[in-house]
């Protein structure tokens, strides 16, 4: 199976709240993020094609900023992928007839708030600190905002996380919005001529030796 049906097979159980494919996240991009007020949920989908090379850092980047953890993976890759996931990480299992539990995901207690922030645009991160009262929070960097994250008593995790998913939520509109502008874009120009294939020259016949 690949990920595109692996997708299909997962989107009709996520129900409630939002979610949104391909969510940048850390140094990777999570394949499925289930998003409702109350958790983050990030899935990574492992099709027969893909390879499990990039796990480490994968479940590292989902394990810093979501709730809960899914890895979905075809039988080939079960075996294999077991020894590399925490006991907290969920498993389901990809098959022709749907999406089977393997162990259900835990909840995660290793998110931390500058990872966790990194998924709003600076802008929004800073709104949320100017309304806890930190002054000056309009004129920092980001890399000024995630020590100050990183580092402060100050800031409860549980509202941070709250902030974030409310405001991953609302911006879902202008997210569909903007994939439909860009699909009608593409339907409104003409397609690509494809290039015509280079004929090989035929091979030179040899002359015969007189």
Same mark, same amino acid.
């Given at each position: 199976?690949?990920?595109?049906?692996?997708?299909?097979?997962? #989107?009709?159980?996520? +129900?409630?709240?939002?979610?949104?494919?391909?969510?940048?996240?850390?140094?990777?991009?999570?394949?499925?993020?289930?998003?409702?007020?109350?958790?983050?949920?990030? #899935?990574?989908?492992?099709?027969?094609?893909?390879?499990?090379?990039?796990?480490?850092?994968?479940?590292?980047? #989902?394990?810093?900023?979501?709730?809960?953890?899914?890895?979905?993976?075809?039988?080939?890759?079960?075996?294999?992928?077991?020894?590399?996931?925490?006991?907290?990480?969920?498993?389901?299992?990809?098959?022709?007839?749907?999406?089977?539990?393997?162990?259900?995901?835990?909840?995660?207690?290793?998110?931390?708030?500058?990872?966790?922030?990194?998924?709003?645009?600076?802008?929004?991160?800073?709104?949320?600190?100017?309304?806890?009262?930190?002054?000056?929070?309009? +004129?920092?960097?980001?890399?000024?905002?995630?020590?100050?994250?990183? +580092? +402060?008593?100050?800031?409860?995790?549980?509202?941070?996380?709250? #902030?974030?998913?409310?405001?991953?939520?609302?911006?879902?509109? /202008?997210?569909?919005?903007?994939?439909?502008?860009?699909?009608?874009?593409? /339907?409104?120009?003409?397609?690509?001529?494809?290039?015509?294939?280079?004929?090989?020259?035929?091979?030179?016949?040899?002359?015969?030796?007189?």
């Amino acid at each position: 199976m690949n990920d595109p049906e692996i997708r299909a097979l997962l #989107y009709p159980l996520l +129900t409630g709240g939002v979610y949104v494919d391909e969510l940048p996240t850390g140094t990777t991009r999570a394949d499925v993020v289930h998003i409702t007020p109350d958790f983050m949920h990030g #899935y990574e989908v492992k099709g027969d094609g893909d390879t499990l090379q990039r796990v480490a850092n994968q479940l590292r980047c #989902y394990g810093e900023v979501y709730d809960f953890v899914t890895f979905i993976v075809t039988e080939k890759h079960l075996p294999k992928v077991l020894p590399l996931l925490p006991e907290w990480v969920g498993v389901q299992v990809a098959t022709a007839d749907g999406l089977r539990l393997h162990r259900a995901a835990g909840y995660n207690a290793t998110v931390e708030r500058a990872p966790l922030a990194a998924l709003l645009l600076l802008e929004e991160v800073k709104q949320f600190l100017l309304a806890r009262g930190l002054a000056g929070a309009s +004129t920092l960097r980001s890399r000024e905002v995630g020590h100050y994250l990183r +580092t +402060t008593h100050t800031v409860p995790l549980s509202s941070l996380a709250q #902030y974030v998913r409310d405001r991953l939520i609302a911006r879902l509109p /202008e997210r569909l919005l903007m994939r439909a502008e860009r699909k009608a874009e593409r /339907e409104r120009l003409p397609p690509r001529k494809k290039k015509a294939k280079r004929k090989k020259p035929a091979p030179r016949k040899k002359a015969r030796a007189v």
